[in-house]
């Protein structure tokens, strides 16, 4: 009987020890949040992994498209290609029409080469054209580019004359597109349409006719000239000399 009581307690005992061994193996797998079993299992903070043994997780890095930016990273962009605007060149202003003629900003037909002994025969179309790109009053006083290439040619243009002063030998005149006496007769011309003119040579005006027109010729000077809002000078012409016809 006592053999028995015995036998009976110590697999009471060994039951016991066995059970507390399963009881605390259960605890741990609770604790580390994996189970045994291999394959995906998730932990506490629900990250998805791979497990082999016992508390060993391989994560799977999170996969991404090639063209997504980091977390927390901006996408980036290339800049567009800066294209510089096209400026005016010379050749696209300067047409050469033959030997003796060329064609300005595709309007301007000018004959001879610029030279003192082949000076450029301009118009006052021409000239009159620098108001589309000169306003005093904005602070725009840049010709424009294909007048500024007549800068120290030789030109000759015709025109009505008139005197700063009253004298009978005169170094100066004043060219103009309109017929203009200084007062009363005739338009008062304006700096697109009148040309400073410094002569060579003193001329005689005694026993002139009051309408005076002729041909000058000179090297050209362009210098826009402004006092406050007002555009007072743009074209002069240096060691002019003046061919004052029959009249």
């Not at 027109?213 to 000078?233: C, D, K, Y």
Request: glycine share 10%.
């Amino acid at each position: 009987m006592r053999v028995i009581l015995a036998i009976s307690g110590l697999m009471i005992l060994l039951g016991g020890v066995l059970f507390a061994i399963d009881v605390g193996r259960s605890d741990q797998i609770k604790n580390d949040g994996f189970t045994e079993e291999p394959g995906l299992v998730m932990n506490e903070v629900g990250e998805v992994g791979e497990v082999g043994a016992v508390g060993e997780v391989s994560e799977r890095p999170a996969e991404r498209a090639p063209s997504e930016a980091p977390i927390g990273e901006a996408p980036t962009e290339e800049p567009p290609e800066e294209t510089e605007p096209e400026t005016p060149t010379r050749r696209n202003l300067v047409e050469r029409l033959d030997g003796r003629s060329i064609r300005l900003d595709a309007r301007f037909i000018l004959t001879g080469n610029g030279t003192e002994r082949d000076p450029y025969t301009i118009s006052w179309e021409l000239l009159a054209s620098a108001r589309d790109s000169i306003d005093a009053a904005k602070g725009q006083l840049e010709p424009p580019p294909y007048i500024e290439l007549l800068d120290g040619a030789w030109v000759r243009i015709d025109g009505y004359y008139s005197t700063p002063l009253v004298n009978e030998e005169v170094s100066e005149v004043l060219l103009t597109l309109n017929r203009w006496d200084g007062c009363c007769i005739g338009l008062p011309p304006t700096p697109f349409d009148c040309v400073e003119t410094n002569l060579s040579k003193p001329i005689n005006m005694r026993n002139k006719h009051l309408v005076r027109f002729g041909t000058v010729t000179g090297r050209m000077a362009i210098q826009p000239f402004a006092i406050g809002n007002w555009l007072m000078g743009l074209y002069r012409l240096d060691n002019a000399t003046l061919d004052m016809g029959s009249m």
